[in-house]
C-alpha cells in the first residue's frame, strides 16, 4: 500500500488540499492527513478542515509522498515550522517524493531541495524561487519533486501524482470517476 503525508497548517488552501486527499484515496492510498495544530484548523477561505492526526504524531512514520498545498498563511505557517523543514530534507534525502503546489514551493526552497530543479507555482511565488528553472506548466516533475500552480490545476496536480505512485492505468481509472480533463 501507497502511504502519503498531507500536511495542514492555519490558512491552507482548501482545493489544494482536499483535491489531494481525495483523488489520492480514491486511487487506493493511504493518506494522513496531518495538523501542524491539534483541531480542526481554519483554510485559507475560513473552511474548517479536521486533520486526521497530529503532526507530531507521525513524523517517525514511512511515507512514499509528502504533499503541501499552498494558500496564506498557510504557507507561512509552514515554512515557519521547523518540523516541516526537518521532514522535507529526510523525505529528500531518501529520494522519496515532494509535492507542493500554489506558494508552497516557496517552502521547499527556504529547506534547500530545489537548487537546479525545474519547477512551477503560483505566479505570484515565483520571484521567491531563487536557482531553479522556471516553468509556467501547470504540474511540473523533476525528479522526485513535483510542483503545480493554484487551486486551479489542483486535479491535475493530484492525478499527476496518482500516475507518480500507481501508473497510467490506475490514474486512468480514477479519472474515469472524476472525469478531469487532462
Known amino acids: 500500500m501507497k502511504t502519503v503525508l498531507v500536511l495542514l497548517a492555519p490558512g491552507s488552501e482548501e482545493i489544494e488540499t482536499i483535491t489531494v486527499v481525495d483523488i489520492l484515496r480514491r486511487a487506493g492510498a493511504r493518506v494522513t492527513l496531518a495538523g501542524t ?5 481554519e483554510g485559507s477561505r475560513g473552511i474548517m478542515i479536521l486533520p486526521d492526526e497530529a503532526l507530531d504524531n507521525v513524523l517517525e512514520l514511512d511515507y512514499d509522498l509528502l504533499v503541501l498545498p499552498g494558500g496564506q498563511p498557510g504557507t507561512d505557517n509552514l515554512n515557519n515550522d521547523a518540523r516541516v523543514s526537518q521532514l522535507l530534507k529526510k523525505m529528500n534525502g531518501l529520494g522519496k517524493y515532494i509535492a507542493a503546489i500554489c506558494a508552497a514551493p516557496l517552502i521547499l526552497q527556504n529547506a ?5 530543479r525545474r519547477v512551477t507555482s503560483h505566479p505570484s511565488a515565483q520571484t ?7 516553468s509556467e506548466d501547470r504540474v511540473v516533475v523533476d525528479g522526485n519533486i513535483i510542483t503545480s500552480r493554484s487551486p486551479g490545476t489542483a486535479m491535475e496536480f493530484s492525478l499527476k501524482l496518482v500516475e507518480l505512485l500507481f501508473g497510467r492505468e490506475r490514474m486512468d481509472v480514477v479519472n474515469k470517476g472524476v472525469l478531469a480533463k487532462l
Open 37 to 41: 495544530e491539534n483541531g480542526a484548523l
Open 112 to 116: 534547500g531541495i530545489l537548487k537546479d
Open 128 to 134: 521567491g524561487l531563487d536557482g531553479i528553472s522556471y
